[in-house]
């Protein structure tokens, strides 16, 4: 009895642990994911939960007497006891005592809280160093040092700083007016201060970078000017536009910051939303490393960006910009970036208003999660405009519902930020465990298998952590393994290393001296040819263009046969290109379906026979159709003859080295446009210049033929639709 009641007791707990866990995940009103190599979203665990929303219902004056700084704020602000009412605020920012600073826009004041977002300070009104009664307008960007609060005084055009208990302490000026462009109009949106005391501000209306200044307003200079962004349009219409109309046009000029923040070497993160979006998505789907077209940078103290985007995807928020179907179809292009916040580790977050999402990342630039959505529940945000880190915590500020959410970093989040610490503190072996963890967790969890990767490589495991960067098609950090792995190959197997080397030197030349005895062997005229006389007869033209395509027609040294022989070898070549290539041949992606490999070769060399043949027939050409794709495919040979030993090489290549490749395959496709030009020349006894007039209208000729054909098979699908749905229609009402 006592054990079938224990058994009970069992079953209810794991039931009600399960509810409680069903219940806690139900609580989290977005989803939370990363993306792997492609762009496909990874679903993982929440990083962060909500915990609790600050608005102007819960921000009070706090009644503890420390301080008197509910007294101080009450008396020398005209305030009450009571709520706080919040209005349009603009930023958020924690200092080191994890105490919140906003900026209360709407209400042209500062709003200061204590770590449990008791409102202990409200700065407004003071006298300012002239002893003139004076007051905060549309103050927008918050910085905060140990010691003093810097604002962006938007409205008043300047930068004003107050010490913590919100004495007012100096104006950091607009600079001289003899530095600034002409017209110019400063208006600080955002503001930040380096350990030297340098200030610097972003003005939304400065589109030359971000504005360094000294504490009185001296001008040090800009900050990583932005690029100038052109659309294909504009590059165009610039081309008929006088020197004068391209100096007054407002388009072609630097785009502008919109934040900044600075971490704790003096690094400036800066953010804008104002690049042109098709600039920005081909970078991002380019997986650019450049910061020309990036909506986040990381400055050196000269205006460099020295960000690390070393991950898959450029750090800039959204991969899948461009969602197929569902409700968020509204939502596309790149993420709108208006903010970010650094936190401990090198791990930094920014936000995208668009989405209202949070994308974080490592120092590296790889994504850790991303999290957030619309709504109106604990956790969704409506405008999302400011963000924050409170120790662990992330406040996010929502313009609209004049809020801060605040979120707490679970148990997953936790196991994240623990590993990325053992690694910068070189404890790798405890590294791993968390890795472990993160993926028993999140399966998915690429950075996971990369961290794992790296600690098996600095243990000398090559092998195993080549298996784990493979996971995470990781192909770079699995080319340093490969290549640490074949060096201690290498050397206990050299002599194997070696005799492969000369087998195969040996062989290449043993075959080709034997193709050219058996080629001059059957110089002679035959009345029939055997196929493979005719099939190594492509060996003796590749070397011989003109007398070899000259013999082809006229002596019948080739045929039909021997052309699909060659190319059907090409395509095999393909094929095996696609399917036999090494790992890092194709970046760890794979090299793709191999009947579109074979159509890929097979299709063009068709195209360019039938083109020519069409337009040489009206040019007084002296080739048949027969010829002219006798020609071709036999062409086709460097192809052949390259691509083979290409595609095995690749599987013993690093990442370093595929430029070898590259060069070898690019060689043979000179080599055969070359054959091309020269055996068209020869099968219609064309002059050079004539030639190359029929070549390029080769080319002309096969883009109208694809085109015929795309607008045939258009054509045909709907007049299939239109069949169908009278079909559909007629057996409907039937």
């Given at each position: 009895m006592k054990h079938r009641t224990f058994k009970t007791l069992l079953i209810v707990t794991l039931l009600v642990l399960m509810l409680g866990s069903i219940t806690a995940g139900a609580n989290v009103p977005y989803t939370t994911y990363t993306y792997g190599v492609t762009n496909m979203i990874q679903e993982s665990p929440a990083a962060y939960v909500p915990l609790t929303l600050i608005d102007s219902a819960s921000l009070k004056f706090s009644l503890s007497a420390e301080g008197g700084a509910s007294d101080n704020a009450k008396i020398k602000y005209g305030e009450t006891f009571g709520t706080v009412n919040l209005a349009s605020p603009e930023d958020i920012f924690v200092d080191d005592l994890n105490h919140v600073y906003i900026s209360d826009t709407g209400n042209n004041r500062i709003v200061v809280t204590d770590e449990e977002y008791n409102v202990r300070l409200v700065i407004s009104s003071f006298t300012n160093n002239y002893g003139v009664p004076d007051s905060l307008n549309q103050p927008h960007g918050l910085f905060v040092t140990e010691s003093e609060i810097f604002v962006a005084d938007k409205g008043n055009s300047r930068v004003v700083v107050f010490d913590k208990l919100g004495n007012f302490v100096t104006i950091v000026p607009e600079p001289a007016s003899e530095v600034m462009p002409d017209n110019h109009v400063y208006s600080p949106v955002a503001v930040a201060v380096d350990s030297a005391g340098r200030i610097y501000v972003v003005s939304s209306t400065t589109n030359y970078g971000v504005l360094s200044l000294n504490r009185d307003g001296t001008f040090n200079g800009f900050v990583g000017a932005q690029k100038v962004t052109y659309s294909a349009f504009d590059y165009f219409w610039r081309m008929f536009q006088t020197a004068e109309q391209i100096a007054a046009s407002e388009q072609y000029v630097p785009t502008e910051y919109n934040n900044i923040a600075i971490d704790e070497d003096d690094f400036v993160f800066v953010t804008t939303a104002s690049i042109d979006e098709n600039s920005v998505a081909s970078a991002i789907q380019g997986k650019s490393k450049a910061a020309d077209y990036m909506t986040v940078k990381k400055l050196n103290p000269k205006g460099s960006d020295v960000m690390n985007r070393n991950g898959f995807w450029p750090p800039a928020g959204e991969v899948d910009m461009y969602p197929m179907g569902g409700a968020s179809v509204k939502v596309s292009g790149p993420s709108t970036v208006v903010d970010v916040a650094i936190t401990e580790n090198g791990t930094w977050s920014l936000i995208d208003t668009k989405r209202s999402k949070v994308f974080t990342y490592d120092a590296n630039?790889?994504?850790?999660?991303?999290?957030?959505?619309?709504?109106?529940?604990?956790?969704?945000?409506?405008?999302?405009?400011?963000?924050?880190?409170?120790?662990?915590?992330?406040?996010?500020?929502?313009?609209?519902?004049?809020?801060?959410?605040?979120?707490?970093?679970?148990?997953?989040?936790?196991?994240?930020?623990?590993?990325?610490?053992?690694?910068?503190?070189?404890?790798?072996?405890?590294?791993?465990?968390?890795?472990?963890?993160?993926?028993?967790?999140?399966?998915?969890?690429?950075?996971?298998?990369?961290?794992?990767?790296?600690?098996?490589?600095?243990?000398?495991?090559?092998?195993?952590?080549?298996?784990?960067?493979?996971?995470?098609?990781?192909?770079?950090?699995?080319?340093?393994?490969?290549?640490?792995?074949?060096?201690?190959?290498?050397?206990?197997?050299?002599?194997?290393?070696?005799?492969?080397?000369?087998?195969?030197?040996?062989?290449?030349?043993?075959?080709?001296?034997?193709?050219?005895?058996?080629?001059?062997?059957?110089?002679?005229?035959?009345?029939?040819?055997?196929?493979?006389?005719?099939?190594?007869?492509?060996?003796?033209?590749?070397?011989?263009?003109?007398?070899?395509?000259?013999?082809?027609?006229?002596?019948?040294?080739?045929?039909?046969?021997?052309?699909?022989?060659?190319?059907?070898?090409?395509?095999?070549?393909?094929?095996?290109?696609?399917?036999?290539?090494?790992?890092?041949?194709?970046?760890?992606?794979?090299?793709?379906?191999?009947?579109?490999?074979?159509?890929?070769?097979?299709?063009?060399?068709?195209?360019?026979?039938?083109?020519?043949?069409?337009?040489?027939?009206?040019?007084?050409?002296?080739?048949?159709?027969?010829?002219?794709?006798?020609?071709?495919?036999?062409?086709?040979?460097?192809?052949?003859?390259?691509?083979?030993?290409?595609?095995?090489?690749?599987?013993?290549?690093?990442?370093?080295?595929?430029?070898?490749?590259?060069?070898?395959?690019?060689?043979?496709?000179?080599?055969?446009?070359?054959?091309?030009?020269?055996?068209?020349?020869?099968?219609?006894?064309?002059?050079?210049?004539?030639?190359?007039?029929?070549?390029?209208g080769t080319i002309l000729m096969v883009c109208v033929i694809m085109f015929v054909a795309i607008l045939f098979f258009a054509l045909i699908g709907k007049i299939y639709a239109f069949g169908f749905n009278i079909y559909f229609e007629i057996s409907t009402r039937l």
């Open positions: 630039g790889n994504m850790l999660y991303a999290f957030g959505d619309f709504g109106d529940q604990l956790g969704n945000i409506q405008t999302l405009d400011a963000i924050d880190y409170q120790g662990t915590n992330i406040l996010l500020l929502d313009k609209a519902s004049a809020s801060i959410t605040v979120y707490k970093r679970t148990d997953y989040g936790d196991l994240i930020a623990a590993a990325i610490q053992n690694d910068i503190d070189q404890n790798y072996s405890k590294a791993v465990e968390y890795y472990t963890g993160i993926l028993q967790r999140n399966n998915n969890y690429d950075t996971a298998y990369v961290g794992i990767g790296q600690a098996l490589y600095r243990d000398g495991e090559y092998i195993e952590a080549m298996k784990y960067f493979r996971s995470a098609y990781d192909s770079e950090n699995y080319s340093e393994a490969y290549q640490a792995y074949r060096k201690i190959w290498i050397e206990e197997n050299l002599w194997i290393f070696l005799a492969v080397v000369v087998v195969c030197l040996v062989g290449f030349v043993k075959f080709f001296g034997f193709a050219n005895k058996y080629n001059k062997k059957n110089t002679k005229d035959k009345e029939k040819r055997g196929f493979w006389e005719e099939v190594m007869y492509g060996f003796h033209i590749i070397f011989h263009p003109f007398d070899g395509f000259w013999d082809l027609k006229h002596e019948g040294r080739g045929s039909v046969r021997g052309a699909v022989f060659w190319l059907l070898a090409a395509a095999l070549a393909f094929v095996y290109n696609a399917i036999g290539g090494g790992y890092l041949y194709y970046g760890g992606q794979g090299g793709g379906n191999y009947v579109m490999a074979a159509m890929s070769i097979a299709t063009p060399a068709l195209l360019v026979a039938l083109a020519n043949w069409c337009l040489t027939t009206l040019f007084d050409g002296e080739g048949t159709f027969k010829d002219v794709f006798i020609t071709c495919c036999y062409s086709l040979v460097p192809l052949v003859m390259i691509l083979f030993p290409v595609t095995a090489i690749s599987n013993v290549l690093t990442t370093n080295e595929m430029g070898i490749l590259t060069m070898l395959t690019t060689i043979a496709w000179v080599w055969v446009g070359l054959l091309v030009f020269f055996g068209v020349m020869v099968t219609h006894d064309y002059t050079l210049g004539k030639n190359f007039i029929t070549i390029l």
